[in-house]
C-alpha cells in the first residue's frame, strides 16, 4: 500500500542514506514538523530524542532503533522521538562518534590494566577486523562497546536540555501560529456575518 511506485536499486539507496533525493534541508524540516506533531510533553520528546543520539555511540548498528525504543519504554520516554534520536548517528557522524568511543574505552581499560589498543595493522581489511573481534575481542570491540555506552550516557544531560529547548521552542511557535490563525479565521467569520 504504501511502496513506492517505482522502486529504487540498492545503489540508489545507499546514495540517499548519504545524500537525500529530497535534500538534507527538507529531510530536516520533515524531521522537525514530525517531531513537533507528536502529542507527548516536550520532556518525554527530547528524553526521547537523546536516548536515541546517546545509542549512536555504541558500536552494534543493527540494533541501535531496538535499543533506543526498549530504554525509552523503560524509562517511558517517547518511543518515536527516540526512534528518530538515533539518526543523530549517520555515515557522517560516524566515525567521529565511534573514533571517541574507542579512544575513551582505550584509555578506561589501560587505566585499571585491561589490554585495549585503538591501533590497527598497517593493511585494514574485513577479514582482518573479524579476526580481531572474534579472537581478540579486548583489543578493540570491547573497549568500543564500553566507551560508546559510558559517552552516551555522559553526553545524555547536554543532548536533553538542548533538545528540550528546540522542541518547546517549534512546539510554542506552532501554537502560536495556530491561534494566530484562528484570530484570522474568527475575524473574517465575524466581519461575514455583518
Do not use: C
Not at 110 to 128: E, K, M, N, W, Y
Not at 157 to 176: E, H, I, M, Q, S
Amino acid at each position: 500500500m504504501f511502496k513506492r511506485r517505482n522502486a529504487r536499486s540498492i545503489l540508489q539507496n545507499i546514495r540517499e542514506l548519504f545524500w537525500p533525493s529530497m535534500g538534507w534541508i527538507r529531510a530536516f524540516h520533515y524531521t522537525k514538523l514530525r517531531l513537533v506533531r507528536l502529542s507527548d510533553s516536550t520532556h518525554r520528546i527530547a528524553l526521547g530524542l537523546s536516548i536515541g543520539s546517546a545509542i549512536s555511540f555504541t558500536p552494534i548498528v543493527g540494533t541501535h532503533f531496538i535499543q533506543a525504543g526498549f530504554i525509552a519504554y523503560l524509562v517511558r520516554a517517547n518511543f518515536i522521538s527516540a526512534l528518530i534520536g538515533t539518526f543523530a548517528g549517520n555515515p557522517w557522524t560516524f566515525p567521529f562518534m565511534w573514533w571517541a568511543a574507542i579512544s575513551f574505552g582505550s584509555f578506561l581499560f589501560q587505566l585499571v590494566g585491561l589490554p585495549a589498543s585503538t591501533s590497527l595493522p598497517d593493511h585494514v581489511s574485513f577479514s582482518i577486523i573479524w579476526d580481531i573481534i572474534k579472537n581478540d575481542p579486548f583489543r578493540i570491540f570491547l573497549p568500543w562497546l564500553v566507551g560508546g555506552y559510558l559517552l552516551g550516557f555522559l553526553s545524555m544531560p547536554f543532548t536533553y536540555f538542548v533538545f528540550y529547548y528546540l522542541v518547546g521552542g517549534a512546539k510554542l511557535a506552532r501554537k502560536k501560529a495556530r491561534e494566530r490563525k484562528l484570530h484570522i479565521e474568527a475575524k473574517d467569520m465575524t466581519g461575514q456575518s455583518r
